[in-house]
């Protein structure tokens, strides 16, 4: 079928994959430019354009051609006296140029055609609900509750598989690509104005990570690693940057889940004179302020229990809820902690409340695994909208700095959002005899460290909430699949 509909295009056309086209403005520049035309005018500055038809419009003596593209899609009305031709041979999925001039004169804002390049044809045909190519459906924003079930392609797997062909026919994944580019772009403007300088640090290492994905380098005759944090932005506040963040790849070979994926992206930064409360107020600002940018309000609509349930509100208005570790546990427990956590009579007691109240503790049941276990369950896995849960056990971050109130805690934050971590902040261990353990980070640590703190967001995980997106595949262009055979 494509290969007759090449033939008949060559043999009508001469070429149908011409050399050039030249473009004068995107789509998007397009409605930039005309969009204050009122009904009936039309402009006198001839334009080019170019897209891919997705959309046809039949009417006696006119086609309207719908192009689309990343960016924003465009009527384009052909007159069938002006250009007969080449209009006949337009189908569905053609990528054309147009030339023509803006106009309003149709009921809408497009581009009235004096001339009409086809630059690549279809040769494929592209899936379609019933009467699609003539209707277009109805647009959908971040931030609103999105089905799909309802796309044109709508098998999950087959859209996973088929990125290029699912981007083609359903316009909501270009949505959710687009603003996952504009919520990184609002993060380095951010952190830019805040005199936060962006870097980047190696992603092979020479280290021992469990489970990491492991490589080998010939010339060097080195065992290295994929990174699973970068780690190496402490290492400029030593060497006085006042602040230094990286948006980049992290790898873990561990379980996949809808969560999980083994390739991800994260915005880490550290920054001097900075501790985790400042940390605080900087997640609120900036969250709540990507949010507004990105939705057009605080609050979105999220399916964080599947498409098959109702979609919860999560409201990114600030200040965001902060719950302290100990005392959230006390109110959510109705139970008084012992004074002293570091006791043996606090131990018991944790393990008598765990064992009570069902909860599983990984080993060895020391304090703090049975405070984290705790807060998993009790304050973690009830936070909705963004929750800071705040002075988790020291244990759980070694390299924070021990908390003034009780040295089992620590000066460290992790922001939960729909029950899951989107950030974790805290406020860094300075003091050299703390990290005896850690040979390098001592030895860094003794070359002199400002107070600083440090900072993690997983940006997988805000594009999901931003875009209704309940599986990090979503928002992964190319995740890793299962080979179909072994499906």
């Not at 379980?255 to 001097?272: L, Q, V």
């Not at 900087?282 to 498409?307: A, C, N, Q, R």
Request: aromatic share 8%; glycine share 6%.
């Amino acid at each position: 079928m494509g290969s007759q509909r090449l033939s008949s295009l060559e043999e009508s056309l001469g070429n149908a994959y011409p050399h050039k086209f030249e473009v004068s403005m995107t789509l998007a520049q397009f409605h930039d430019e005309f969009g204050q035309l009122e009904a009936g005018q039309r402009s006198n500055t001839l334009v080019s354009v170019a897209g891919k038809v997705m959309h046809k419009r039949l009417e006696p003596d006119s086609t309207c051609y719908v192009l689309e593209s990343v960016v924003g899609k465009l009527p384009a009305f052909v007159d069938h006296a002006r250009v007969p031709k080449l209009g006949a041979e337009i189908e569905r999925g053609d990528i054309v140029g147009v030339s023509g001039f803006a106009s309003a004169c149709h009921g809408e804002l497009g581009i009235s055609v004096e001339k009409l390049c086809l630059l690549a044809p279809c040769l494929r045909t592209l899936p379609e609900r019933e009467g699609d190519s003539h209707t277009e459906q109805e647009s959908w924003r971040p931030g609103k509750a999105r089905d799909p079930s309802a796309y044109v392609l709508s098998d999950q797997e087959e859209r996973y598989r088929n990125r290029v062909l699912d981007l083609i026919v359903n316009p909501d994944i270009k949505s959710v690509f687009a603003a996952r580019t504009e919520a990184v772009n609002y993060i380095r403007t951010y952190m830019e104005t805040s005199g936060v300088t962006e870097v980047n640090t190696g992603v092979l290492e020479q280290r021992s990570v469990a489970n990491g994905f492991k490589t080998h380098h010939n010339q060097l005759n080195l065992d290295m690693v994929l990174r699973v944090s970068s780690d190496q932005l402490l290492q400029l506040i030593v060497s006085n940057f006042f602040g230094v963040y990286e948006i980049g790849k992290q790898f873990r070979n561990e379980e996949m889940s809808r969560t999980h994926n083994p390739e991800f992206t994260t915005c880490e930064m550290y920054k001097a004179y900075a501790d985790y409360k400042d940390l605080m107020e900087m997640t609120e600002k900036l969250l709540s302020g990507l949010v507004m940018k990105i939705t057009g309000g605080y609050k979105v609509y999220y399916h964080s229990d599947g498409y098959d349930s109702p979609p919860v509100v999560i409201d990114f208005t600030p200040p965001f809820r902060r719950v302290e570790v100990v005392k959230g546990l006390e109110e959510a427990l109705g139970l008084k902690f012992p004074e002293d956590l570091a006791s043996e009579q606090a131990n018991e007691f944790l393990r008598e409340t765990c064992s009570s109240k069902g909860v599983a503790c990984p080993p060895p049941l020391s304090t703090a695994n049975l405070l984290s276990s705790l807060a998993g369950h009790f304050l973690e896995a009830t936070s909705v909208s963004p929750t800071f849960i705040v002075d988790y056990p020291k244990r759980s971050t070694p390299f924070a700095k021990t908390h003034s109130s009780t040295p089992l805690l620590a000066e460290h934050f992790k922001l939960f959002v729909s029950k899951s971590q989107l950030v974790s902040g805290f406020t860094q261990c300075r003091d050299p005899a703390e990290a005896q353990e850690n040979s390098e980070l001592h030895t860094l640590l003794e070359y002199g460290l400002p107070p600083c703190s440090g900072w993690a967001c997983g940006i997988d995980r805000l594009v999901m909430l931003l875009t209704d997106s309940v599986d990090i595949k979503e928002v992964v262009l190319y995740p890793a699949l299962k080979p179909a055979e072994d499906l």
